[in-house]
């Protein structure tokens, strides 16, 4: 699923056309951006949490050469499941 096939859907479900639409799905995924890039963790009830997690400097191997190289201290973005998510794709 795209982010245009969630805008259909709003589209569809809410009753606003496709442009008011889309604008509502990229002001929830902006909000979302700014919350994350602030460290701040997402939670949607029934859905998950989107969590930012910083990792460290740590050794890597190039599986070409074998050559030892130094991987650079990042964050990234994890989600973690609900319960109820879980359940539900399980089901």
Same mark, same amino acid.
């Given at each position: #699923? *795209?982010? %245009?096939?969630?805008?259909?859907?709003?589209? +569809?479900?809410?009753?606003?056309?496709?442009?008011? @639409? #889309?604008?509502?799905? +990229?002001?929830? =995924?902006?909000? #979302?951006?700014?919350?994350?890039? $602030?460290?701040?963790?997402?939670?949607? %009830?029934?859905?998950? $949490?989107? =969590?930012?997690?910083?990792?460290?400097?740590?050794?890597?191997? $190039?599986? *070409?050469?074998?050559? +030892?190289? @130094?991987?650079?201290? *990042? *964050?990234?973005?994890?989600?973690?499941?609900?319960?109820?998510?879980?359940?539900?794709?399980?089901?």
């Amino acid at each position: #699923m *795209r982010k %245009a096939d969630i805008a259909n859907q709003v589209c +569809e479900k809410v009753g606003v056309s496709k442009t008011e @639409a #889309m604008e509502l799905v +990229e002001y929830v =995924l902006d909000c #979302m951006r700014g919350v994350l890039q $602030n460290g701040e963790p997402v939670k949607i %009830a029934g859905f998950g $949490n989107f =969590l930012v997690r910083n990792k460290g400097q740590r050794k890597g191997r $190039n599986p *070409r050469t074998g050559e +030892e190289i @130094a991987i650079t201290p *990042r *964050r990234v973005v994890t989600f973690r499941a609900s319960q109820i998510f879980k359940k539900y794709v399980n089901s």
